[in-house]
């Protein structure tokens, strides 16, 4: 029986936050051939109502790495990362910030994160100005310690500098950085038009301790730098071996086998 929308109003943000941990498990455990969870399951996982997961898949399936199947959309192509690169903003203008909200970690989140499914973190999402003249879109997960002495600094400039004034200088920082589509939404939130070449990156950042304090997902304008992303299924490989410098593998729980 299907299940209930916990929200019958679909917000952009749930599309994007959804469409990019998918993503990332298919990125980091799934292969062709594998399904992804059903439609009322992935409702359930993330807590976002039907429309969003239908938005968020579609968008997938845009970027050639889905096709829908009777039951479940199968995986036809991973996404492909050539190379890696910085794109966070500079701090030579203050971020637009759209969101800052706590949410429940599903499985793909919480494997990332190094937390048990459903531990309660911190989501930021804001955009900010590239080296480049350019703009970068900017989602941050921060684990539940980590937030509460982020939450304590007043400031309002960029992410990686409110870390650093909250104490939280990482250790370390493991990237993986690829072309990605701008879909509409986040075109508009950029200023640039749908489909435009973006730097997509994820990137996952440690303190001393080996623990995670934040992981990022990044799509960025960086004013024309950008390689040009093929159509389709040619944009992604059938098997790539692509994997982050650090612990950005997803859970293979958010698969569903054949």
């Given at each position: 029986m299907p299940v209930p929308s916990p929200n019958p109003r679909v917000r952009a943000a749930d599309v994007r936050r959804l469409r990019d941990l998918l993503r990332i498990a298919v990125a980091g455990r799934g292969r062709p051939g594998d399904l992804l969870p059903g439609e009322d399951e992935l409702m359930v996982r993330h807590g976002v109502p039907r429309a969003a997961v239908r938005a968020a898949l579609g968008l997938l399936r845009e970027e050639g790495l889905l096709r829908p199947g009777p039951t479940a959309h199968r995986i036809v192509a991973r996404p492909h990362y050539p190379g890696r690169a910085a794109v966070t903003g500079t701090g030579t203008r203050l971020p637009r910030w759209l969101e800052r909200t706590g949410i429940a970690a599903p499985d793909v989140l919480a494997d990332w994160l190094g937390v048990p499914v459903g531990a309660p973190c911190l989501r930021t999402e804001c955009v900010s100005a590239t080296a480049?003249?350019?703009?970068?879109?900017?989602?941050?997960?921060?684990?539940?310690?980590?937030?509460?002495?982020?939450?304590?600094?007043?400031?309002?400039?960029?992410?990686?500098?409110?870390?650093?004034?909250?104490?939280?200088?990482?250790?370390?920082?493991?990237?993986?950085?690829?072309?990605?589509?701008?879909?509409?939404?986040?075109?508009?939130?950029?200023?640039?038009?749908?489909?435009?070449?973006?730097?997509?990156?994820?990137?996952?950042?440690?303190?001393?301790?080996?623990?995670?304090?934040?992981?990022?997902?990044?799509?960025?304008?960086?004013?024309?730098?950008?390689?040009?992303?093929?159509?389709?299924?040619?944009?992604?490989?059938?098997?790539?071996?692509?994997?982050?410098?650090?612990?950005?593998?997803?859970?293979?729980?958010?698969?569903?086998?054949?």
């Open positions: 480049g003249g350019g703009a970068v879109l900017e989602t941050h997960y921060v684990t539940t310690t980590a937030a509460a002495r982020l939450l304590a600094v007043p400031g309002t400039g960029p992410f990686d500098r409110q870390l650093c004034e909250a104490g939280l200088r990482p250790a370390s920082a493991g990237t993986r950085s690829g072309p990605v589509p701008a879909d509409p939404d986040s075109a508009a939130l950029l200023g640039v038009a749908a489909g435009t070449p973006l730097l997509g990156a994820e990137r996952t950042l440690t303190g001393d301790d080996g623990r995670v304090l934040a992981v990022s997902v990044l799509r960025a304008d960086p004013a024309g730098s950008v390689p040009a992303a093929r159509d389709g299924a040619a944009a992604a490989q059938p098997d790539s071996s692509a994997r982050t410098a650090s612990s950005e593998s997803a859970s293979a729980g958010v698969l569903s086998g054949r």
